[in-house]
């Protein structure tokens, strides 16, 4: 069977630089009806191993490590027998949350995971953190872009460790270049495509 999408919106909190925000967040499961991968599991650990409905994880994929993304992973993961892996560059963001810990694996840009007979792609796309990190599966025509890129243009960069001159280079470098009929699906929020957002780049 071949791999397939799923979305779950899970709602919580985002916070950073002394400030609390309520934020949704999308966690998207990709693989079949016996394995998958899970992007971001957010908020609720059991309301992901729920959608997860028994299947096997292969592993926890973090798109960056702010803490709304990454706070329940390590519960979520310890649920569905998961390792972690997230790019080592948002370390510092990781240690927040999980002082003295690393995720179990590091994310290397250019490095592929597999499942369901489906290639994930890791682009490092530095600007929101610098650790953040994309995953385009080609043959899905998708790309999952975190809060790299958004339906309406860029990620935040409004706070620390972020760089609004950087994620643009990002997503023209990394993103824009894709097929412009590549869905993008965010970490918050609605859907896009690349096509959509390239005039919206600025």
Same mark, same amino acid.
Not at 1 to 30: C, H, K, P, Q, Y
Not at 69 to 97: K, S, Y
Not at 107 to 121: H, M, R
Not at 159 to 165: A, E, G, K, L, N
């Given at each position: ?16 630089? /002394? ?5 949704d ?15 971001d ?7 992901v191993?729920a959608a ?12 960056h ?7 329940h ?10 390792p ?20 179990d ?11 369901? /007979? ?20 080609g ?5 999952? !872009?975190g ?10 960069? /409004? ?5 609004h001159p ?17 869905v ?6 609605? !859907? ?5 957002e390239?005039g919206?780049?600025?």
């Amino acid at each position: 069977m071949a791999a397939r999408i799923d979305r779950l919106v899970t709602s919580g909190t985002f916070s950073l630089d /002394g400030g609390t925000w309520e934020v949704d967040n999308n966690v998207w499961i990709v693989g079949d009806d016996a394995e998958v991968f899970v992007i971001d599991p957010a908020h609720d650990p059991q309301a992901v191993l729920a959608a997860v409905a028994g299947r096997t994880v292969k592993a926890v994929l973090l798109t960056h490590g702010h803490d709304d993304h990454i706070r329940h992973a390590r519960e979520f993961a310890a649920l569905a027998g998961a390792p972690v892996f997230m790019n080592p560059a948002d370390q510092m963001l990781w240690e927040d949350i999980y002082p003295g810990t690393t995720p179990d694996g590091p994310i290397a840009d250019g490095q592929v995971f597999e499942v369901a /007979g489906t290639q994930l792609t890791a682009l490092h796309t530095p600007g929101h953190s610098p650790g953040s990190t994309c995953f385009y599966a080609g043959s899905l025509a998708t790309v999952f !872009s975190g809060d790299t890129l958004f339906n309406g243009g860029p990620g935040a960069t /409004g706070r620390s460790f972020s760089d609004h001159p950087t994620i643009l280079r990002s997503i023209a470098g990394r993103l824009l270049v894709l097929p412009a009929e590549t869905v993008v699906n965010t970490g918050h929020g609605d !859907s896009t495509t690349v096509g959509a957002e390239a005039g919206r780049i600025s």
